[in-house]
């Protein structure tokens, strides 16, 4: 196997195929930076991926203090040393000139540089100003799913136990926070209960508004290796377009968006109606059957067609396939979270494991994705607004017990109603009532919907904006402070992917100039504040990565994420290491819920639950009458339509979303050379009937509307559904060469332009997956191609020669089979120490 591929052209490289019940065969890939040889790397700092929810192990090449490339590793349970092409080539982005080097201040209404204790101070002022004024309420965090735990743990003790707001939240409220209501709303608690490694074992692969080929592509080349071996798995695949997975499945239902519940209920319908259920199972280990069964009763495929638009023996093929698996692995991610009945939707999926049985057995399993690489780690150190280790806001006891880790008084942590979701967050900003927001590692200027809103709160004179990131973002342009962050590679810290993974990532080189780990920012900070606990002794009690993660163990003991076994020098050399892990599992946990439902008990669960449809909290008394003896909760729902429908003038609808090679908002990836040139500019995809409908052809240049804003980029003729459009969401406007956002009359080109502020009601993730828009020619293409790539979902459909996506030789990556090539040895353990 031993070769060089151009893993722009081929993003999943070379086969290793494998049987299912056998391990995953290694595959080392390797990409070092041109005229590097592997014997000149004296260095391998040991890392993983930040850019998707895999966490793709693998070590930094150091050279002369600088980084040279990445290589996976072979002996980690994620990816046994594969990477995906935006592990390979996004960290040449950290070295980029336009790194942020010096703090910025706006003085006169611009922004200019200043010393680390000017911009931190005038941060301090306008805290304690507005805490003596308005109170704790009038200052809000916004961060993300891209920082470390230990960094997520500090802001949560300071914003929480420090400044005492219940304004905290991450960008995860766009990714997971439907995976993390889904799985409280089902087992109690949030908790992935898969494992990647149920890859290897399930016989039928479910995938559910989840492209993991351009993803997660590191878990979908384990999928195409099982593809190619023994006893291959079938994969049903739930998406409106034809990405690498609908074209490798089994049963490809493509439904009109919005649609997911009618589509579960049918099929739930089609499983308990061919008695497919696993009756002892649903008697042991859960709450909640009848009530589902008299739900679907009606919900016959038929039903589901007219909602969907699939055809109904198709829905039966699937239903077939999932109630005969006897491994059935199910994944879902955005195609239901940014959806209208997000929650509603994904636990129907967790009700068709509960009902088939098929949980906490290889090869059985879901899982409810994450997208960021981190977002894990926000929601279990609070940092989402919950509480920390998946605590239970209306619990008191467990409260008071967070309380005692922080030796603070309950009193002092918010915990009077729900945490402020970002979406209200933003909201009280416009309305006046927070007066502060700090914006750690997330752009929102183009991740959030409704762009011309966000910009008009984000510019207000009344409001002050702390923006802390590596560039000067579109975000970070609107800021009253600009702090500048080392990433990935500067700095130290530990990160858990979406199985549960917990990875060590090691400092490789220094950050630039004088860029501060998000640590050591928010360190300073609590220090400056003051923040003291009840005795009078300091709050923050730790100074370093390490004395962090001592002190998040303490708050995780007893908890779902229990760290306590866990320490930098166990994760160091080896593998990953999955939560839970601890005494009674020091080597981790595979899968969770083997025996029982063990965190749904009254007393220990995270969540008593909400109201699917309006999202109202149950209380304790509702939740014990439901459920007391702590077991799974099916919980039915019933389609509702999507909140925006096409109508006359805005005939389409649209949907937004990935491509493999770009990352969100594009700081990273269009700064790593092989990934801008395969993607460099937006497009929008359209069907062949439709553009055929409009006379549009490939390359045209269109312009989207919907009732809160257009964009223009060029067609893309594909075999998405008819009726639906796609504009990928990574293009904001800060390398355009205007350099700043759309102007007058001319629209920009950021998806979110276009997008509603909306959300689903228990999770609160706003909706990017449904809106209505108008399609329309501005400009002929005159035998131009759109830039959208050839590799995977955006592949021409046409009769148009579109030129194939290629790298060449700047993308060429090496793939072994041999785990102990290029000098692999030299790099177990990779140590810290050996900075320098
Ligand atoms: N290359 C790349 N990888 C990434 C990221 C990235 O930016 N780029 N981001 C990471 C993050 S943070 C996340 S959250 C994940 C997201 O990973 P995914 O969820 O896989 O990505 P998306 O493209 O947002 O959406 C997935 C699919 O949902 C489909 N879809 C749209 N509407 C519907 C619908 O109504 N029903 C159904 N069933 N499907 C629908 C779309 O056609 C699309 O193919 O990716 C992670 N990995
Ligand atoms: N239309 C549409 N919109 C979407 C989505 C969609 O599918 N469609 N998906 C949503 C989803 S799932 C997500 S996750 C969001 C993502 O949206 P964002 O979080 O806004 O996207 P990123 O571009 O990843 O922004 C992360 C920022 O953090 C900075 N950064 C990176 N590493 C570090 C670090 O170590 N420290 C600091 N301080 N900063 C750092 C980067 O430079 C970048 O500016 O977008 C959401 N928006
Ligand atoms: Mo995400």
């Not at 890859?199 to 080349?221: K, R, S, Y």
């Amino acid at each position: 196997m031993d070769a060089s591929v151009d893993r722009i052209a081929r993003p999943w490289g070379s086969r290793t195929p494998y049987g299912r019940h056998e391990p995953w065969p290694v595959r080392v890939d390797t990409y070092l930076d041109a005229g590097v040889e592997p014997e000149q790397v004296r260095r391998w700092v040991q890392t993983a991926s930040v850019l998707h929810s895999d966490g793709d192990a693998m070590d930094i090449a150091v050279v002369d203090g600088r980084m040279a490339g990445v290589r996976g590793r072979a002996d980690d349970r994620v990816n046994r040393g594969r990477l995906g092409p935006k592990d390979l080539f996004g960290w040449q982005a950290n070295a980029s000139p336009d790194r942020l080097t010096r703090p910025l201040v706006r003085r006169d209404g611009r922004l200019v540089e200043c010393d680390w204790g000017t911009a931190m101070e005038r941060i301090v002022a306008r805290s304690r100003e507005l805490l003596d004024e308005r109170g704790p309420g009038s200052i809000g965090f916004y961060t993300t799913g891209q920082l470390f735990l230990e960094e997520y743990y500090t802001l949560t003790v300071l914003a929480r136990a420090g400044i005492g707001t219940n304004h905290l939240d991450g960008n995860t409220r766009l990714c997971t926070s439907t995976a993390a209501e889904a799985l409280k709303e089902s087992f109690g608690c949030d908790g992935q209960p898969g494992s990647y490694d149920d890859i290897d074992h399930a016989d039928v692969i479910a995938l559910f508004g989840h492209n993991i080929a351009e993803t997660q592509p590191v878990q979908w080349m384990r999928i195409l290796d099982r593809l190619e071996g023994g006893d291959p798995p079938r994969l049903v695949c739930v998406d409106p377009r034809p990405t690498p997975v609908a074209r490798e499945a089994t049963v490809h239902l493509a439904p009109r968006g919005g649609t997911n519940v009618a589509l579960l209920n049918a099929l739930l319908h089609e499983i308990i109606r061919t008695d497919r259920v696993d009756h002892d199972y649903v008697a042991t280990h859960t709450v909640g059957f009848e009530e589902l069964a008299s739900r679907v009763k009606e919900c016959t495929p038929e039903w589901a067609a007219g909602i969907c638009d699939v055809p109904a023996a198709r829905i039966g093929e699937a239903a077939e396939l999932l109630g005969t698996a006897d491994g059935l692995l199910s994944t879902v991610l955005q195609g239901v979270y940014q959806s209208h009945q997000a929650t509603a939707a994904a636990v129907q999926i967790n009700n068709l494991h509960l009902i088939r049985g098929m949980l906490g057995r290889p090869g059985a399993g879901v899982l409810q994705m994450n997208g960021q690489p981190t977002a894990q780690n926000t929601r279990e150190c609070g940092a989402d607004g919950d509480l920390p280790g998946f605590r239970n806001w209306q619990n008191d006891s467990h409260v008071a017990d967070l309380a005692r880790v922080w030796n603070v008084d309950p009193k002092t942590i918010p915990h009077y109603a729900p945490p402020t979701h970002a979406m209200q967050m933003f909201r009280y900003a416009e309305q006046g009532s927070v007066r502060m927001l700090w914006i750690s590692g997330t752009n929102p200027a183009v991740s959030l919907p409704e762009l011309s809103r966000i910009r008009s709160i984000l510019a207000q004179d009344r409001l002050f904006v702390v923006v802390q990131d590596l560039f000067l973002t579109e975000t970070a342009q609107l800021a009253d402070v600009v702090l500048p962050a080392a990433t990935w590679g500067e700095k130290t810290g530990t990160f858990t992917n979406a199985d549960r993974t917990v990875h060590l990532s090691d400092k490789a080189v220094e950050p630039p100039g004088e860029a501060r780990p998000d640590l050591d920012i928010f360190l300073d900070y609590a220090a400056r504040m003051g923040f003291r606990d009840k005795d009078g002794g300091p709050l923050v009690t730790w100074h370093d990565p390490e004395s962090a993660f001592e002190a998040w163990k303490r708050c995780s003991a007893g908890r779902p994420c229990d760290y306590t076994g866990l320490t930098y020098d166990r994760l160091r050399g080896g593998s990953g290491i999955q939560w839970p892990c601890n005494e009674q599992a020091p080597d981790g946990t595979e899968r969770l819920y083997t025996d029982t439902i063990s965190w749904a008990h009254p007393d220990v669960c995270e969540s008593y639950g909400k109201d699917l449809v309006t999202g109202a909290s149950d209380d304790a008394v509702e939740y014990r009458s439901l459920n007391p003896d702590g077991k799974a909760m099916i919980k039915a729902a019933a389609y509702l339509p999507p909140h925006e429908a096409p109508d006359h003038d805005h005939p389409f609808q649209l949907t937004t979303g990935r491509t493999i090679y770009h990352f969100h908002t594009r700081t990273k990836t269009a700064r790593a050379p092989q990934l801008n040139e395969a993607a460099p500019d937006v497009w929008v995809e359209a069907s062949a009937t439709d553009a055929a409908g409009l006379g549009l052809d490939e390359g045209d240049l269109v312009e989207v509307t919907t009732p809160r804003g257009a964009l223009r980029g060029r067609l893309r003729v594909t075999g998405i559904r008819p009726g639906l459009l796609f504009v990928p969401f990574h293009y904001g406007y800060w390398d355009t060469e205007a350099g700043h956002g759309p102007d007058g009359d001319t629209p920009g080109r950021a998806a979110n332009e276009t997008t509603v502020t909306d959300w689903d009601p228990a999770s609160k993730q706003p909706l990017f997956k449904t809106a209505a828009a108008a399609l329309r020619l501005v400009e002929r293409g005159g035998g131009r191609s759109a830039p959208a790539p050839t590799t995977a979902a955006s592949a021409p459909s046409g009769a148009h020669a579109v030129p194939a996506t290629t790298g060449g030789p700047s993308a060429l990556v090496r793939q072994s089979a041999d785990a102990h090539r290029d000098g692999r040895e030299d790099a177990r353990p990779s140590r810290q120490e050996d900075a320098g």
